[in-house]
């Protein structure tokens, strides 16, 4: 995705992740922003079903030739699902950040967790110029 | 000069192929010796513990060997052809007495476990390695058994560690700046101990106030290299020392920069309690294509009884012996870190490099060191360069200097990656890129001592025609350079994607 | 000026011109400050000219033993095996021995195409999937395999056969007491690794197991059984030091349940040089890949589509990744495994089974002709294939000096390296292709009349049972 993008429906951690919440579900992933910085992703391999993720802990690593970088959970909850798409092919994670290249969904422990994330606004406003 | 040419050079034409894509059935240089022995029945080795079928090693004969291996040297580039200014990587001239020394029968063909009697020669030699060592940093006590740089540093997380349990003391964390060098982390990590970065100030040195604030009682080591990776010595260092040593914790010299200041300051002096050296920069050993390098350690007083096992002893009789404390009571040493006594060859050139030196030499070495690196600084500094290449911090550098890319890549389209590579188009390595990660499109250069006026003048000669090639005909050149190189950019995301790391059969 | 620069007077004063001081003390004047100058010359010695330097080396090569100067049985992981010219010559190139990491690989194809092949022939050997660019040497290999295991697992302690070179135990013990791994040790029996023990030292929480193979006192292993039980009993990662020489004839560790094989890499075309440099081989299954230490070349194509090498999943590295690095090794021995890679190129797929046969032959008949000798056991009768334990009714210092006397070192004193109490009177011998059987021979007479010459230990003391 060559423009940066932040999309104003999703809930943004200030270390580059986002989270869609629908109902007590949310998916999750990582932002325009921190897949620029990485490059091309080389490599992901996503967490079993049934995890435990707890809010700002890392639960994955995404790695692009530069670097590897920790994925950080923006809310507790536990895995219910993995994009099992992007093990052969990670480059969705560069080419659409909020869409194919998602990358778990959970069910949220915690709704109260929301309150302390940014929404679209806030969260660029955090990466300055 | 340098060619855009599109036509394919010789070595470019020339498709690579594996030694495992030539020879054929049959073909063979190793000739077996005659079995003058019994036959073995099969019970010698079990069928079960047989191998079924052979490794797949080619079958070439020994002229095909040396074609292939000789071309290959020729697709690489190397000190020995032209320069080299990695920064903190003291790519200085290999004397080529070192290998002749080396290959004496007498120090290549001494087996590690002969009896130290009938090894003294090799323990005379290390003993005199380690009071040269000692001399040099301004600490006593030598090891010289780690095998490389980042192998020493881990020694000296471990002797911190064993330092402070021996006190009754578990401290968990490790102060390093974050100008620091990668391997500072990642050996913290494997000592069981745990990174807290400090800041660096606006002039490059160590941000005394942020060390203040993290300096406590849980800080087992500060980890720093003086001058740093930026070239800069750190003025304050003797305040640092304090700092450090007021609570309690110990002061951790990486030697990767010691090129700068031989003869002139010794880490023994600035406070450092543990000084690890590369004999693979300062002192000669070949960098071989990444290695084999090796890092012995010095150590002050408080810290010896910890050393790795075994040493170098000379007895009263002045007969050498290898000491691996276990006489008597319990040995508070860290124990080993490798097999046998560490990477004896690099002694023996590293050795041979202080003799043909002396302590005068290796002053004039570190003089001629910075004297080069400043004098390179200035010509990039020069109107047509220093504007796209700017210093990025200080005036003045000691052996080495990082210039940022950014004005350059802002106004010509360029970046730092592109520029090393159109270097390659004109017969020099480029410096080293995008390290230390503070500075943005970072260049870091290290001309070494062993350079000429002349060389230094061409180099400043080849960027200020590069940045006018970008300024005049536009980024593409550069952004599509190499082009006169055996291959040009090679495709990395694919190669870690999808990984080919062996031949395939 | 100084050795090996090349400022002049004119220079000088030219290039300080240009920087803009009026002197090089200026230029240390004003960035290090006045406490921590050194204002004294180092207490060195003077230089001297390449003439009396070479003089100096000769001498202090003078006052050792090599291998030139006696008819030597040393091994325990270090070996002399010929080392063909052609490698002297290949190593000795400039555009191999003097260059740095590849990280240009432009122009590094040469090394990065080295380390690809290399990658490959330690592959074929160890009949493993994956193999890096090398480590440092064999110890420390096995310790960056037991850091592999913990990243892999997190278990609580490595369990390994008393059998693994002490060396190796030593090192291992030295890095798992940096990240708080127990390190606990199996005995053996009669030679190889206990099974019993083995297993019942194994269980759930065992993060790595490991042994040797052929094990540090010569006796071939069970590899498979052991690497079986040890899954058996836990999901350890298996870890095998092997020695390569015999990978010719014994079944590979990829072959036998090992997980990851490393090993001393010396005796593959590295002289002995005391101790070091040599490489370190790091083999492992595939799905290790990401986890290995150290550097790896990979191929790749360039923007006109011919054929290259690249260093890849340099993330894994120090460089990048830094505090999740999988090691902070960051120098590949890559001269010396160049080193190694010409070797079994020069052996072939031929010369490194004959080789392996032609050890088994001659350490089979040493062994024999050895025993035979009056106050000269086998300390096991295990297979062995290029290296055997004796045990001596006598005191083997005594022994050894004497042998020592007539131009002969017979082997390594056992406990002086294990430092463990059952293996006084213990004797290592290793067998080259460089020691013929007339050689063997004269092994036999100088030790037979050695042992003899003294006391027996036996005498006054109660045997040792093995």
């Known amino acids: 995705m060559a423009e940066a993008n932040y999309p104003q429906d999703l809930l943004y951690h200030p270390e580059h992740d986002w989270a869609r919440v629908e109902d007590d579900l949310a998916t999750l992933g990582i932002t325009w922003y921190a897949q620029d910085a990485l490059g091309e992703v080389v490599f992901f391999d996503p967490p079993a079903v049934g995890t435990t993720l707890v809010k700002d802990e890392p639960y994955a690593e995404v790695e692009s030739v530069k670097a590897v970088s920790d994925v950080l959970a923006p809310l507790s909850g536990e895995i219910v699902e993995v994009n099992g798409d992007l093990t052969g092919d990670p480059g969705a994670i560069n080419e659409d950040p909020y869409g194919e290249g998602w990358l778990v969904k959970i069910r949220i422990a915690e709704p109260a967790e929301r309150e302390a994330l940014l929404d679209a606004d806030a969260y660029s406003a955090t990466l300055g110029g | 000069m340098s060619s855009t040419t599109t036509s394919e050079l010789p070595l470019q034409r020339e498709r690579a192929r594996t030694i495992f894509e030539k020879g054929a059935p049959g073909r063979r240089a190793f000739v077996c010796p005659e079995r003058d022995v019994p036959q073995v029945s099969g019970e010698a080795l079990p069928e079960r513990f047989r191998r079924r079928d052979p490794p797949r090693l080619p079958e070439v004969s020994e002229p095909e060997i040396v074609r292939h291996y000789v071309g290959l040297s020729k697709r690489n580039f190397d000190l020995d052809s032209g320069f080299y200014p990695l920064g903190s990587c003291t790519m200085k001239h290999n004397p080529r007495l070192h290998e002749r020394v080396a290959a004496l029968p007498g120090h290549a063909r001494l087996h590690p476990l002969q009896d130290p009697e009938r090894a003294q020669g090799a323990l005379e030699l290390m003993w005199n390695l380690q009071q040269a060592l000692a001399e040099i940093s301004g600490l006593p006590h030598v090891s010289l058994q780690p095998s490389a740089g980042s192998h020493g540093e881990?020694?000296?997380v471990l002797l911190t560690r064993a330092y402070h349990e021996a006190r009754g003391e578990h401290r968990h964390k490790v102060l390093a700046p974050d100008t620091s060098h990668g391997t500072n982390p990642a050996t913290v990590t494997m000592a069981g101990l745990e990174v807290v970065k400090v800041a660096t100030n606006p002039d490059g040195g160590v941000d005394l106030d942020d060390l203040r604030a993290k300096a406590d009682a849980d800080v087992a080591c500060l980890m720093l290299t003086n001058p740093n990776t930026l070239g800069l010595f750190d003025p304050n260092i003797e305040e640092i020392a304090q700092i450090v040593h007021g609570v309690g914790a110990t002061l951790y010299y990486d030697g990767a920069n010691l090129n700068a200041v031989m003869g002139l300051s010794r880490p023994g002096d600035m406070g450092f309690d543990i000084v690890h050296f590369n004999l693979h920069k300062s002192f000669t050993q070949p960098h071989g294509g990444g290695g084999p390098g090796s890092g012995p350690i010095a150590v002050s007083d408080r810290i010896a009884p910890f050393l790795p096992r075994p040493l170098v002893a000379r007895k009263d009789d002045g007969v050498f012996d290898l000491d691996f404390g276990r006489a008597g009571s319990e040995s508070k040493s860290i124990g080993r870190l490798r097999g046998f006594q560490g990477n004896y060859g690099c002694f023996v050139r590293s050795y041979a490099y202080i003799c043909s030196l002396g302590g005068d030499g290796l002053r004039d070495a570190s003089e001629a060191a910075v004297l080069n690196a400043n004098y390179l600084l200035a010509r990039l500094q020069e109107q047509d360069i220093g504007e796209y290449l700017p210093l990025a911090y200080g005036e003045l550098c000691l052996h080495e200097f990082v210039l940022s890319g950014g004005p350059m890549k802002k106004q010509l389209g360029i970046k730092t990656l592109d520029l090393a590579k159109r270097l390659l188009d004109f017969g020099f390595h480029p410096p080293t890129v995008y390290f230390p990660l503070l500075v943005e499109e970072a260049l870091m250069v290290e001309p070494t001592e062993t350079e000429t006026r002349e060389t230094l003048d061409a180099f400043a000669a080849a960027i200020a025609e590069i940045l006018r090639e970008a300024a005049d005909e536009g980024p593409e050149i550069a952004q599509n350079a190499p082009y006169t190189t055996p291959v040009r950019r090679l495709d990395e995301v694919g190669a870690a994607k999808n990984p080919v790391i062996r031949q395939a059969f | 000026m100084s050795r090996y620069t090349s400022i002049t007077p004119a220079d000088l004063d030219a290039m300080l011109e240009t920087i803009g001081v009026p002197s090089i003390e200026a230029l240390f004047e004003r960035q290090i400050p006045e406490g921590v100058r050194l204002r004294r010359p180092l207490e060195l010695p003077d230089g001297r000219p390449e003439q009396d330097v070479f003089a100096h080396l000769r001498e202090l090569a003078r006052k050792n033993v090599s291998a030139e100067d006696e008819l030597s049985f040393l091994g325990a992981g270090m070996y002399d095996h010929y080392v063909p010219a052609l490698i002297d010559m290949l190593m000795e190139r400039s555009e191999f021995l003097t260059p740095y990491t590849p990280y240009q690989p432009e122009i590094s194809q040469g090394g990065l195409q080295v380390m690809f092949e290399y990658q490959t022939a330690i592959s074929e050997l160890t009949a493993l999937g994956v193999a890096n660019a090398s480590v440092y040497e064999g110890p420390s290999a096995v310790a960056a395999a037991g850091y592999l295991a913990k990243l892999h697992n997190g278990g609580r302690r490595f369990v390994v056969s008393a059998g693994l070179h002490p060396h190796s135990i030593e090192t291992l013990r030295t890095q798992a007491h940096g990240y708080g791994m127990e390190v606990v040790e199996v005995p053996l029996r009669e030679g190889v690794t206990d099974?019993?023990?083995?297993?019942?030292?194994?269980?759930?929480?065992?993060?790595?197991?490991?042994?040797?193979?052929?094990?540090?006192?010569?006796?071939?292993?069970?590899?498979?059984?052991?690497?079986?039980?040890?899954?058996?009993?836990?999901?350890?990662?298996?870890?095998?030091?092997?020695?390569?020489?015999?990978?010719g004839i014994l079944a590979p560790p990829g072959e036998c349940g090992v997980d990851v094989a490393v090993g001393e890499g010396q005796p593959l075309g590295n002289r002995l040089d005391f101790g070091g440099p040599s490489f370190g081989f790091f083999a492992a299954r595939e799905e290790y890949l990401r986890r290995m230490p150290g550097r790896i070349a990979g191929e790749t194509t360039d923007v006109d589509g011919r054929r290259g090498f690249v260093l890849t999943l340099q993330t894994r590295e120090q460089h990048i990744r830094r505090e999740k690095a999988t090691s902070n090794i960051c120098t590949a021995q890559a001269l010396n495994a160049l080193g190694g890679v010409v070797y079994l190129t020069w052996l072939g797929r031929r010369g490194i089974v004959e080789l392996g046969e032609l050890l088994l032959a001659r350490t089979h008949y040493a062994r024999e002709t050895l025993c035979a000798l009056e106050g000269v056991e086998p300390l096991h009768t295990q297979p062995v294939i290029r290296e055997f334990a004796l045990r001596l009714d006598a005191d083997v210092a005594e022994v050894k000096r004497r042998c020592a006397a007539q131009g002969v070192n017979p082997g390594v004193d056992l406990e002086r390296i294990t430092g463990r109490e059952e293996d006084r009177g213990g004797l290592l011998v290793a067998i080259t292709e460089q020691r013929s059987r007339a050689d063997i021979d004269r092994l036999a007479e100088v030790l037979g009349a050695a042992v003899g010459a003294g006391e027996r230990r036996s005498a006054g003391e109660p045997a040792v049972v093995a």
């Open chain 2, 154 to 156: 881990l020694a000296g």
């Open chain 3, 195 to 247: 099974p019993d023990a083995w297993a019942a030292a194994i269980d759930g929480e065992c993060s790595a197991a490991i042994f040797a193979q052929p094990n540090f006192y010569g006796a071939v292993e069970d590899a498979a059984a052991l690497s079986g039980a040890a899954k058996d009993a836990g999901d350890p990662v298996v870890i095998a030091q092997v020695d390569p020489i015999t990978l």
